[in-house]
């Protein structure tokens, strides 16, 4: 099976299409973009060195704080508390992966690039705005359980890391199956009978929240994939 996302249709917005199908559409250019940077095709490849794979960790340690402490912010919401789920929570699982990738004293060894301190800047700021955290918290999650599988047996395989230590991130052993839970995933996002304005902003948000990965990759690629960015 290859990791390359398909292209969803290109067909024209149609009112009756589900908001979860209209999001995914509207985003996939982003998407595409995300995944054909060379930091990301590095990683996929197995030719990212082990120091890349080690950053860009480190990097989704700032952001995953940042996204779960506004989540429990958020947790009440009657909006982004529906996404609210403790299971997803990665933090636990990111300090696992940076204590093995790096020692006891990785908090030192660690501080965020200038896309990092942007994009963790920009989810905090969701906490004022549910259906954005939302955008964020779908474009992390549902990329993680999807995608995100890809990398984690790609990573393992070029630096021999085991789900207990290395790859941890991308285990969700406590959500019961991946297939049912992206499936509820888009019954939540359906479920949220957004009008056009509030929609849109959403596709907005969700298209940021892209670009600010893509710009961690970015600062990233400088550094560890000079060659292939
Ligand atoms: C390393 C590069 C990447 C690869 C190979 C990859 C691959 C994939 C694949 C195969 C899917 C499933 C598509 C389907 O359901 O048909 C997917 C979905 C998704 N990916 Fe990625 N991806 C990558 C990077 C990213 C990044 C950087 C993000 C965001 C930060 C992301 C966010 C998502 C999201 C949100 C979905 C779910 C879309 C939906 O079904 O609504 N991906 N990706």
Known sequence: MSASAQAPTTAAPDSAEPFSDRLRRATWDDHRAAED???AKALMDGTLPLAGYTAMVAQHYFAYVALEE???LLAEDPVAGRFHR???ERVPALVRDLEHLLGPDWRARIS???ATRTYAARIAQMADHPAG????HYTRYMGDVSGGQFIRRAAARAYGLTDEAGVAFYVFDGLGGLPGFRAGYRE???SLDLDDGAAARMVAET???YQLNTEV???LGRIHAPGAA
């Open 37 to 39: 940077h060379g930091f």
């Open 70 to 72: 506004t989540g429990r």
């Open 86 to 88: 403790p299971e997803l």
């Open 112 to 114: 965020p690039t200038p």
């Open 133 to 136: 955290f939302v955008a964020h």
């Open 188 to 190: 939540r996002l359906d």
């Open 207 to 209: 298209r940021l929240a």
């Open 217 to 219: 990759f970015a600062d």
